[in-house]
């Protein structure tokens, strides 16, 4: 993976991922005995961040540094991506300087373009497309709480949006079945689901549910995000409409299997996709799942930066 670029699960082939988690609980397993593995000793990581951020932000950070390397974090106001200077030449330059780029956008076409004229690794932080960093995370939050992924039923409840996209393609790329109840228009569109059922080579792996109820029975993981993303802030009100019936609550879990594992990338919007009583409660990993972006996000960044 030496040099590669982490666009899209789908630029991941399966062995690649199962190396992913293998250096985690390397790096986790040394961590937690309190080392820190100098690998990346030198190396210096660039963050681009159009949009805001707590765990991508401070665990990439974090994950470098532990690595023995150093971050070098800047929003719009420093390098107005595409406005104050061409995509093409931020990578040129930045080429030069740095040893990689997590980059977090609106447009998944920007990060695209960047990687395309960029020589070094470029990450996808988020985008409005994809979040592969968090679902190589809750893959391995999964692996991490159930020992295993065979006969772990995933669903996800909500918007077919970015998290939901990346959390499908790791789970075909692994060959697990992604269950995923969503409202009329903001389902997964068809050409995703084509690219998806291409993914999984004739194997029927995605399962699509109008009732959340329906796709709930028997879960052993239960998935949510916001009903807003960043960006659709001016559809907040309509989408709280819309997504009313999609709330992941003490009803919904009384559907899943009883050793159900509610996870959540964060921000919660508490009382709107998730209860308090939920993601306070019992069945919660998703600070165990927060947890583990510093630890998947060192594979990457080791995988990845090291030659
Ligand atoms: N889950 C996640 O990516 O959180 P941030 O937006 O805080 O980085
Ligand atoms: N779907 C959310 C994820 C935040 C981590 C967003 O794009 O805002």
């Not at 100098?38 to 994950?63: N, P, W």
């Not at 409840?157 to 789970?171: E, M, P, R, W, Y």
């Amino acid at each position: 993976m030496k040099n590669k670029d982490l666009i899209s699960i789908a630029d991941l082939s399966r062995p690649e991922i199962e190396e992913i988690f293998q250096v985690t609980k390397e790096l986790k397993d040394l961590h937690i005995k309190g080392v820190e593995e100098k690998c990346l000793s030198g190396k210096i990581l660039g963050l681009i961040f159009e949009k805001s951020s707590m765990r991508t932000r401070v665990s990439l950070e974090v994950a470098i540094v532990q690595l023995g390397g150093y971050a070098i974090y800047q929003t719009q106001t420093e390098i107005n991506l595409g406005k104050r200077e061409a995509i093409k030449d931020v990578a040129k330059v930045l080429s030069r300087y740095l040893n990689g780029i997590a980059i977090r956008t609106f447009g998944h076409d920007t990060v695209q373009e960047l990687a395309k004229y960029a020589t070094i690794p470029i990450i996808n932080a988020l985008t409005d497309l994809y979040h592969p960093c968090q679902a190589l995370t809750d893959v391995y939050t999964i692996l991490e709480k159930f020992k295993t992924l065979e006969n772990i039923k995933i669903v996800f409840i909500g918007d077919g949006n970015n998290v939901a996209k990346s959390l499908a393609q790791t789970c075909i790329k692994l060959d697990i079945d992604f269950h995923i109840a969503s409202p009329k228009g903001y389902e997964f569109d068809a050409d995703f689901i084509s690219e998806l059922k291409h993914m999984a080579n004739g194997k029927n792996l995605i399962h699509l549910y109008r009732n959340p109820e329906e796709a709930a029975e028997n879960a052993n993981v239960i998935y949510t995000d916001t009903w807003t993303s960043m960006g659709q802030e001016a559809e907040a009100e309509i989408r709280r409409q819309v997504f009313k019936n999609y709330q992941v609550n003490a009803a919904l879990l009384k559907k899943c299997a009883d050793n159900v594992k509610v996870m959540h990338c964060l921000p919660a919007h508490r009382g709107e996709e998730i209860t308090d009583e939920v993601i306070d409660g019992k069945c919660s990993v998703v600070y165990d799942q927060a947890e583990n972006r510093l630890h998947v996000e060192k594979a990457i960044l080791k995988l990845l930066l090291v030659r």
